[in-house]
């Protein structure tokens, strides 16, 4: 596997900090991380002390936790995914700081990607973009959402995107 794998639910991860050079040995498969994940890993103590992007990517981070038991977002979908696409995203796909449980979108069974926040240089500016923030707003019977506060994913077999609500 590459040393910076590519992570379909969360395209842009290197980009959004999750990862960080490093030369540190990983917790899971024992060589050097090249990319470290710097992403809370949610569960039992004690925290594996570094992972690297392959055992995200892979799901080996299994092997440097208690009981192989791990999430790495604190969230919840709005309808039921596939079973293996749910796995994918919940343990395979590096997760970014939110203040609070988030909702990740789900169409016709399938996740759909993180690209990031509202507000974000290469977002802000798309009409698709805006239009779902809105449509989210409306969604809340708000008269207008702060696109900072808006997590834009767009569906991976199409050109749809949904926002939901990170409220600090
Ligand atoms: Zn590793």
Redesign the pocket.
Known sequence: MSDQPAFRFHPDAYEHGCFEASDET??????P?VWKYTQHIYALPPDPS???????ADG??AK?VPDGDYGLHDFSFDEEPEAALADEVEKRTPGFATYNPFIWPVRNGAPLAFLGFGADANLAGLAKVQAAIMALAAEMGADEINPADALIFKTLAGDDYVATLDLD
């Open positions: 990983c917790s899971a498969c024992a060589r991380c570094a992972i690297c992007s392959r055992c995200i080996n981070v440097a």
